[in-house]
């Protein structure tokens, strides 16, 4: 190992964070997840497990679903990034927010930014998913609560109100 | 302990040849990274013994998938979503686009690379079965030239690969001749998202006049490397399907592989359930034989 560690300067990083240009200056290899919650105070992006199993910590990023964990935010350079406070306008519910709260999708809420965030996603793929695809869109997205019935249905109903529109 | 990211460096010199020329100036001390699936994991953990990062994520030339008449080539950073997306991946190379499918969560697809896959090394992961039965091939580029390896002796150990201290994965070839085969893909683990397989099985083959023209066999998790099964695949080639075959088919495959106990299975559940989707290979191939 060695003994000096190579020490890294901080450099700067400019993204947009839900719609807002942000600069700032960070270590390259920070976690996305710890400049959001600990730079830019988005407190409602979760830190779960932190290696990339649970999809608490889940971003979009240029419209593709991560685990914000595991990304480095250097890579994050220059990119578009949506949070779960992104969702909500004007003091206005997502309406994948409401549905979670009308089925009951949401308990102690450590999963749910992620949830949403995964549902998002798939829904801005697949707009009217199966219910097997709802259940392979929040596959990376583990919840000890609700024991995911509710969120299924959350998303299923969200699909069907998008599509009623 | 968590890693502290003030003592790791991380450079993305954003294009090839910048990345190659650090690569040979300091061979060894620089790890690239991509979707960082498996990088991050380590770092986080505080386990990561590099402390120099190169960023290939934003290599343009890493993220194309090329379609020749006899190839497809597939840049080394493409991801798990790029290659589901794939028309002709997922039409011509069914085994590699399921595999995919089972790699982690779709976050970890949105991110993960096949070319990482391949350099992290992993005998476990679902992806490098398929590599191994479509005959795939990998070239190796650094400052001073390229080579191309065939995929089947990239792996000559437990996390051991060909990969010189100066080289990077560029692209993995696959030849357009599988279409026509029966495919076969079984993955068995814990749950289908974001577990990692106790046994996964990529398997092609050719029934002709009601006798096996070709075989190809290959398992994930069952020895130290991912596995083509070279001898099992030599009982089945020319032979007629009947319930003898199937019984010495499971005899060879369990003399084949060198599975192990670990947190995820033990060797003896592996063994058994190897041998049973080999078989279960074989009759859905015997099923395509009686439809010809």
Redesign the interface.
């Known amino acids: 190992?060695?003994p000096l560690?190579?020490?890294?300067a901080k450099c700067e990083v400019s993204f947009t964070v839900n719609g807002e240009a942000k600069k700032l200056l960070a270590?390259?290899?920070?976690?996305l997840l710890d400049v959001l919650r600990n730079d830019l105070k988005l407190t409602g992006t979760k830190e779960g497990c932190?290696?990339?199993?649970c999809?608490s910590c889940?971003v979009l990023l240029d419209g593709?679903?991560?685990?914000s964990?595991?990304?480095?935010v250097?890579?994050a350079?220059g990119a578009s990034i949506v949070t779960i406070e992104g969702m909500s306008a004007h003091a206005l519910m997502h309406p994948l927010q409401k549905a979670f709260l009308e089925c009951g999708g949401a308990q102690c809420g450590i999963c749910t930014p992620g949830m949403i965030l995964?549902a998002v996603?798939?829904l801005e793929n697949k707009p009217e998913p199966s219910a097997a695809e709802i259940r392979?869109?929040l596959?990376?997205?583990?919840c000890r609560c609700t024991g995911y019935m509710q969120i299924f249905e959350a998303v299923a109903r969200a699909a069907r109100r998008r599509v009623a529109k | 302990m968590r890693?502290d990211?003030?003592?790791?460096?991380?450079?993305?010199p954003g294009d090839l040849q910048a990345v190659l020329s650090l690569l040979a100036s300091e061979p060894a001390q620089w790890l690239p990274?991509a979707?960082?699936?498996d990088v991050?994991?380590l770092?986080?953990?505080g386990k990561l013994?590099n402390?120099?990062?190169i960023?290939i994520?934003?290599i343009p030339e890493l993220r194309r998938i090329d379609v020749f008449p006899d190839t497809v080539r597939i840049g080394a950073a493409c991801t798990y979503?790029a290659l589901r997306k794939h028309d002709i991946v997922s039409r011509e190379f069914p085994l590699l686009a399921t595999a995919a499918?089972w790699t982690?969560?779709?976050?970890?697809q949105?991110?993960g690379t096949l070319g990482g896959n391949i350099a992290n090394a992993s005998p476990a992961a679902d992806a490098l079965p398929a590599l191994l039965v479509y005959d795939a091939e990998v070239t190796l580029i650094s400052a001073s030239g390229e080579r191309r390896v065939s995929y089947r002796v990239f792996h000559s150990g437990y996390k051991q690969t060909a990969l010189a201290a100066d080289e990077l994965i560029r692209d993995i070839s696959l030849p357009r001749r599988f279409s026509g085969y029966v495919s076969h893909a079984r993955k068995v683990g814990a749950?289908?998202?974001?577990a990692i397989s106790k046994v996964c099985l990529a398997a092609l083959g050719q029934i002709a006049n009601g006798a096996i023209r070709d075989v190809r066999l290959a398992l994930g998790s069952v020895a130290p490397v991912p596995l083509r099964l070279n001898e099992t695949e030599h009982v089945l080639i020319g032979k007629k399907i009947e319930p003898s075959l199937i019984d010495a088919t499971k005899a060879s495959v369990v003399k084949e592989i060198r599975p192990i106990d670990d947190i995820r299975s033990t060797a003896r559940y592996r063994a058994a359930v190897a041998g049973n989707l080999v078989a279960e290979f074989i009759e859905k191939l015997a099923a395509a034989g009686a439809n010809e």
């Open positions: 190992m060695n560690p190579a020490a890294s270590h390259p290899m920070e976690r932190g290696e990339g199993e999809g889940s593709m679903l991560v685990n964990c595991l990304v480095p250097a890579q350079s995964a996603h798939l392979e869109g596959a990376g997205n583990l | 890693a990211p003030t003592e790791y460096r991380l450079v993305s990274i979707g960082g699936t991050m994991v770092y986080s953990a013994p402390r120099k990062l960023n994520w934003n979503t499918s982690g969560g779709i976050a970890n949105n991110r749950r289908n998202a974001q």
